[in-house]
């Protein structure tokens, strides 16, 4: 009679847990002014909107200015372990960064990639504590002149960046540290494409990337083979006036990107090549939203994308709600350990597990590093619990029937 009043009380307290939980998602500010990480104090983050990167392990790669007995600077570190930066010596340089640093990526290796300036000028492109690639430095028989600011790395380690082969030339090359990716200035179907930009890689090694269309004024959307999406394309009915932005591309290989609608409609769509996900204007969890913030996009492996929504008050002024796999997470105005959200920023990241990063400014002009952690359907707790209820049912039963051997045993001695 005890074991199934226990049973019942566990059963009661994973119910319990499962349904009352106030929302989705759990919100921890995971790094903010006065931590210290491996030593270096946090004194101060950007206020440019730098990226903030998560992987599927929970580790979070991001930028902020620091202190220690090495030095005082603008540095990259995880919420676990700072990198570079501050007087740090990298691979026997001293790398160093500025407010407007902002390109940032970390792999489900842990493995964390950033491009730095270089005491001898230009700048270097690292993984963790290597200097990968650098000025003068000559790949698939181009020497590299400058590096971007914007890499991307798979769990392979493979990285994908932006170099340029003229230091005052303003087009860009895409590179991986082994080959040329495509040419500044390659012409796709009569089209003469320049800047690439922004590179996302999978781990199939595929590469998207961003690029201004010579003398058209406008972005396309680019393979190194062909163009995934161009103004005057339609894209399930939809037709499309401009790229905004590219999320990025899966491991399944689904291209994930913004488009302007050229419908007379104010308002972005999140496409792939050959559907829409969501369009605003339109409804999210009950949330009549106006446009996407900034028009910027996170996505993971699921399809699950994140992104700022605009919502306008009573009053007209306009809010920034934080959405992921529909759902809200936290809006201007709400409040977290007791402070007041004064603005959510447009850089965010979110994982295979949907949990979601992301930056923001507080009433009283502090900066955080806000971790969104999903937290399980309450179906999937039930699941848990029942499973846990039939180990201890089996369990007990096992001892009881062991209990009765060993009575029977003893009356037969």
Same mark, same amino acid.
């Given at each position: 009679?005890?074991?199934?009043?226990?049973?019942?009380?566990?059963?009661?307290?994973?119910?319990?847990?499962?349904?009352?939980?106030?929302?989705?998602?759990?919100?921890?500010?995971?790094?903010?002014?006065?931590?210290?990480?491996?030593?270096?104090?946090?004194?101060? /983050?950007?206020?440019?909107?730098?990226?903030?990167?998560?992987?599927?392990?929970?580790?979070?790669?991001?930028?902020?200015?620091?202190?220690?007995?090495?030095?005082?600077?603008?540095?990259?570190?995880?919420?676990?372990?700072?990198?570079?930066?501050?007087?740090?010596?990298?691979?026997?340089?001293?790398?160093?960064?500025?407010?407007?640093?902002?390109?940032?990526?970390?792999?489900?290796?842990?493995?964390?990639?950033? $491009?730095?300036?270089?005491?001898?000028?230009?700048?270097?492109? %690292?993984?963790?504590?290597?200097?990968?690639?650098?000025?003068?430095?000559?790949?698939?028989?181009?020497?590299?002149?400058?590096?971007?600011?914007?890499?991307?790395?798979?769990?392979?380690?493979?990285?994908?960046?932006?170099?340029?082969?003229?230091? /005052?030339?303003?087009?860009?090359?895409?590179?991986?540290?082994?080959?040329?990716?495509?040419?500044?200035?390659?012409?796709?179907?009569?089209?003469?494409?320049?800047?690439?930009?922004?590179?996302?890689?999978?781990?199939?090694?595929?590469?998207?990337?961003?690029?201004?269309?010579?003398?058209?004024?406008?972005?396309?959307?680019?393979?190194?083979?062909?163009?995934?999406?161009?103004?005057?394309?339609?894209?399930?009915?939809?037709?499309?006036?401009?790229?905004?932005?590219?999320?990025?591309?899966?491991?399944?290989?689904?291209?994930? %990107?913004?488009?302007?609608?050229?419908?007379?409609?104010?308002?972005?769509?999140?496409?792939?090549?050959?559907?829409?996900? /969501?369009?605003?204007?339109?409804?999210?969890?009950?949330?009549?939203?106006?446009?996407?913030?900034?028009?910027?996009?996170?996505?993971?492996?699921?399809?699950?994308?994140?992104?700022?929504?605009? %919502?306008?008050?009573?009053?007209?002024?306009?809010?920034?709600?934080?959405?992921?796999?529909?759902?809200?997470?936290?809006?201007?105005?709400?409040?977290?350990?007791?402070?007041?959200?004064?603005?959510?920023?447009?850089?965010?990241?979110?994982?295979?597990?949907?949990?979601?990063?992301?930056?923001?400014? /507080?009433?009283?002009?502090?900066?955080?590093?806000?971790?969104?952690?999903?937290?399980?359907?309450?179906? $999937?707790?039930?699941?848990?619990?029942?499973?846990?209820?039939?180990?201890?049912?089996?369990?007990?039963?096992?001892?009881?029937?062991?209990?009765?051997?060993?009575?029977?045993?003893?009356?037969?001695?």
């Amino acid at each position: 009679m005890k074991s199934t009043s226990l049973l019942l009380f566990v059963a009661a307290v994973f119910a319990f847990h499962g349904s009352a939980r106030a929302g989705p998602y759990s919100l921890e500010i995971v790094a903010e002014v006065g931590d210290v990480i491996d030593g270096r104090t946090i004194i101060q /983050f950007s206020r440019d909107p730098t990226m903030v990167r998560i992987n599927n392990d929970g580790e979070i790669a991001f930028y902020a200015k620091v202190s220690s007995p090495e030095g005082e600077g603008w540095s990259v570190m995880t919420q676990n372990r700072f990198i570079a930066g501050a007087g740090k010596l990298v691979d026997g340089r001293l790398p160093f960064f500025n407010d407007e640093d902002h390109g940032v990526a970390i792999n489900n290796l842990g493995q964390v990639t950033y $491009s730095a300036f270089l005491p001898e000028g230009g700048r270097g492109l %690292f993984v963790d504590e290597t200097l990968l690639v650098q000025p003068g430095d000559v790949i698939d028989g181009i020497t590299l002149a400058r590096i971007g600011r914007n890499p991307a790395i798979n769990d392979h380690g493979t990285v994908a960046f932006q170099g340029g082969n003229a230091e /005052f030339v303003a087009g860009w090359s895409i590179f991986t540290q082994d080959r040329l990716v495509v040419e500044d200035g390659r012409v796709y179907d009569g089209h003469a494409m320049t800047s690439f930009q922004l590179p996302h890689i999978n781990n199939a090694g595929e590469i998207v990337f961003r690029a201004a269309v010579t003398l058209v004024g406008t972005d396309a959307l680019l393979a190194p083979d062909r163009i995934i999406a161009i103004a005057g394309d339609t894209i399930h009915g939809r037709p499309v006036a401009q790229i905004n932005d590219s999320a990025g591309i899966t491991d399944g290989g689904d291209v994930v %990107f913004t488009i302007v609608r050229e419908d007379g409609k104010l308002g972005l769509s999140v496409v792939t090549e050959d559907r829409v996900l /969501f369009e605003t204007p339109g409804e999210l969890d009950g949330i009549p939203l106006l446009s996407i913030w900034g028009g910027n996009v996170a996505i993971n492996n699921d399809l699950e994308f994140a992104f700022l929504g605009q %919502f306008n008050r009573e009053d007209g002024t306009p809010q920034r709600i934080l959405f992921a796999d529909g759902e809200r997470i936290i809006a201007d105005g709400d409040v977290i350990d007791g402070k007041v959200i004064r603005r959510l920023r447009t850089n965010f990241d979110i994982n295979d597990h949907g949990d979601v990063v992301f930056r923001a400014e /507080f009433e009283d002009l502090s900066r955080a590093v806000i971790l969104a952690r999903a937290i399980p359907e309450p179906d $999937s707790l039930m699941l848990a619990a029942l499973a846990l209820i039939a180990f201890l049912c089996i369990g007990q039963r096992r001892l009881q029937r062991a209990a009765r051997h060993h009575v029977r045993h003893r009356e037969e001695v």
